[in-house]
């Protein structure tokens, strides 16, 4: 038995003092933190097309084009936006002076379906599937070209990576057949993390489902 | 102990003082959230993250975090139309809390009093002894979780959702009722679980802590091609509890005072959640039993027998789908289950009575739920979401009886309500939240609750946030019913809503990429309080719309992100609230509450401290005495072994043994409940 206190009695009074002492604590914390940190550099809120766009970055990382996909050695890896995109701002400030598999990364953007031409490697676009996005060239779905869409439904559209929202975060889904198809890998790093998906055709995945 | 019933509980009302529950503090025992054992240090906020989110890796991507609660769809917290906080997993863990009830008592404004019985939260200065949670409403994964007779939200152990299944708990203040109806009267609290994917594989815990406190948790989770998954989780704990002194029954008749093996406690959980292409489904039950060893509502004291048991079951199956590109629509199903059952050991005193009397109080509720709700995005400059939800009580029940039967009362009864919530872009810098719900109780008619609220981003990383809104609380089917046939308490069927109004102006800004800074104030008033009161012509109990409150505060919060992975969390919330009528402070209103929080990461994130410092200025009692200020501490050290698959974990809690204890309810002799002293925790979570 732990004999306490009368209830009402005479509480340390220390607390107070303590209490002055979390708040300067708490002061010295945030200013230590403000110092740890040098200049303010303006960048803009986080968002989920800044969140996206670094996935788009991590997807170019991550993925493996046949030898054949780009000119020479130094060729850039051509990322293409189709727009009208939430991402297209975000795609710009996040792959800004990057480089992948030692080579640059350039950024297209398309105006317009029809537009869009070789070389590119990779393909961020609205819509519901490149199978279903009008004016589309064949090559998109035929050559090595990642496409990377944000609708439900767009892996099951001829679409190589979706974005998807699950409990307020950035999640992936990646159809392997399209991945196979188009002569692309993809590192282990990112499919343990994505949802696996397939066409449309094929039917669901095979027992075990609860 | 020589407690032998092993179930679960929660509080009721013996004959004599027919007031249902009083209030407690969170000292609970209870688990800690094995959270990921990846990534050790994840951006949680916008205020972690830093301005090339390419430098992130792919699971610190992954764990960028959107806010749901504030408006029912996924947004950063930066921009969400509320003042919010989130609490992580990975927090729930290294801060070794054990129950809800420990998570939310570290949120900045949150202040949580245990009776030793049941966990009560509050909010704002506002945390009336006798109310149990009924003005704060509880979602798990977005849907309402408050039982149907109290209206009362489970907190403490009594919660049916481990702690260790929590993936995140947003903390959303303010009036809440234009989206979720009754009880969002001072905040929504959702609770994000973990899902098949969160937890892949077997795992299994095993907890040890003061008191006897013995608890052990086994869950499996897996994820198949295609998205489909599982999680299954069940968990038992048992505790002896302290033998307790209480100089208010310092007396020879009365065990000079201390109550032995009477503050026992012991329940199980089980939980499965499974996804399937578009669809989840949730179950989810729990129960607790309590020994309540406060000789409150007039009890024999020093008798264990007086307990209560209280069991939730929640089953749902959701679908979620977007469709065309622009619009998203969910529906929901689900049916609640509440069970109360109280044992009150009495001694009546009358002659030719047996002594003693068992008093019987029980409720038990059964609800139905259909919920379905559309979102269209047009363009980027404009969202609007409309849904219904209805809720069909099948069973709204309350008995007591010993030697008699003094109440037997079951009521049905349905609520409809209707929303729509618009966000309007104007500008790229000001976004207009426009939202409104109207309920449709068959009791006393309809309510309609507005809210607006205003985000306008000056600066970049900056936002200020004008808020105002209003809610309600229906009357509960215990405010209205509960009637002893003329013995203590009558009930009040022509109870009508109380309504709060609010207004708040919310400042967050992140000073640099790794301190954020929160400034709040708000103003509220509450109009037709739900108040218990005695009628003169009777002398009976009854609930009255009594009483208008008013309150003004202020809130400050830095979390800041310092070198080496260390981040810290200060806040200070300080407030003044009053009876209009008679301008006296609230019982059990601090007017001053600062937390302090350590995450430590050492030893490439191999080793995790937490320190957590909470204080509570002295706050009055339902007696009118005064409860002295404290300054609690609690220490947790986390260790992770055998590549992250074994983790051991340490907490002492009250770590300087400070002397505290939390205001009673008018159904309690004392003042005031002392609090646990010095105690400690020893938890091994492995992953097979």
Known sequence: MRPRALPGADHPRVATAVVAAIVCLGGAAAAGAAAGESAVSGAPSPTEARVKAAFVFNFARYAGWPRDAFAENGSPLVIGVLEPSALAGALEEALRDKNVHGRPVALRRFRDAREIDAPLHLLVMAGAGPRVTPGLPAFVMTAPVLTVGEAEGFCQRGGAVNFYLDDGHVRFEVNSDVIARQRLTMSSALLRLARIAHDEARPAAPAGAP | MNHHTPRPCRAGVPRHQRRRFGGVIGLVACLAAPAALAAPARPARPSDLPADLTTLSLEELMDVEVVYAASRYEQTSLTAPADVTIITADQIRDFGYRTLADILNGVRGLYVTYDRNYSYVGVRGFGRPGDYNSRLLVLIDGYRINDNVYDAALVGNEFALDIDLIQRVEVVRGPGSSLYGTSAVFGVVNIITKKGQDLPGLRAAASVASWSTLEAQVDYGHTWKGGRSLLVSGSAWDSDGQDLFYPEFDDPTTNDGVAEDADYERGGRVRAVAEAGDWTFNVLHGSREKGIPTGSFGTI????????????????????????????????????????????????????????????????????????????????????????????????????????????????????????????????????????????????????????????????????????????????????????????????????????????????????????????????????????????????????????????????????????????????????????????????????????????????????????????????????????????????????????????????????????????????????????????????????
């Open chain 2, 301 to 688: 004291f020093n008798d264990p027998r007086t307990r209560t048991v209280d069991e939730q079951t929640y089953a749902a199956a959701t679908w979620s789908r977007r469709v065309a590109g622009d619009v998203d629509i969910e529906a929901h199903f689900a049916y609640n289950r509440y069970s109360y059952r109280g044992r009150y050991v009495q001694d009546y005193g009358t002659p030719g009575s047996p002594l003693p009397v068992v008093n019987n109080d029980k409720a038990l509720g059964e609800w139905w739920t259909a919920d379905a709700q559309a979102t269209r995005r047009f363009g980027s400059r404009q969202r609007l979401t409309g849904g219904a939800e209805y809720r069909l009580n099948t069973r709204q029940q309350q008995t007591n009886y010993d030697l008699a039967v003094y109440l037997d009362d079951d009521r049905h009864s349905d609520v409809l309500g209707l929303y729509v919530e618009d966000e309007i872009g104007l500008g790229s810098e000001v976004t207009l939240h426009l939202g409104l719900r109207y309920d449709h109780y068959d009791t006393f008619g309809g309510t309609t609750n507005p809210r607006l609220a205003l985000v306008w981003l000056p600066a970049p990383r900056t936002a200020v946030k004008l808020l105002s809104g209003r809610a309600f609380r229906a009357p509960n089917a215990y405010e209205l019913y509960y009637d002893d046939g003329g013995l203590s308490q009558k009930g009040n069927p022509l109870l009508d809503p109380e309504s709060i109004a609010t207004y708040e102006v919310v400042f967050e800004r992140l000073v640099t990429e790794r301190v954020l800074l929160i400034g709040a104030a708000y103003a509220y008033r509450i109009s037709d309080l739900i108040t218990q009161t005695v009628d003169p012509s009777d002398g009976l109990i009854v609930f009255r719309n009594l009483d208008e409150v008013q309150a003004r505060g202020l809130e400050f919060e830095v979390d800041g992100r310092l070198a080496r992975g260390v981040r810290t969390r200060f806040s200070w919330s300080t407030q003044w609230s009053e009876d209009v009528e008679t301008g006296d402070t609230l019982s059990n209103s601090p007017r001053h509450l600062a937390k302090l929080h350590f995450d430590i990461p050492a030893l490439g994130g191999r080793l995790t401290t937490g320190l957590e410092l909470l204080y509570v200025s002295e706050r009055q009692t339902v007696q009118a005495t005064t409860d002295a200020e404290h300054l609690l501490m609690n220490l947790t050290v986390t260790g992770r072994l055998l590549d992250g698959r074994m983790e051991l974990q340490g907490s002492v809690y009250n770590l300087p043994d400070v002397d505290y204890a939390d205001p009673g309810s008018a159904e309690h002799i004392q003042a005031t409940i002392d609090q646990d002293g010095r105690n400690y925790r020893a938890v091994l979570r492995y992953k097979f």
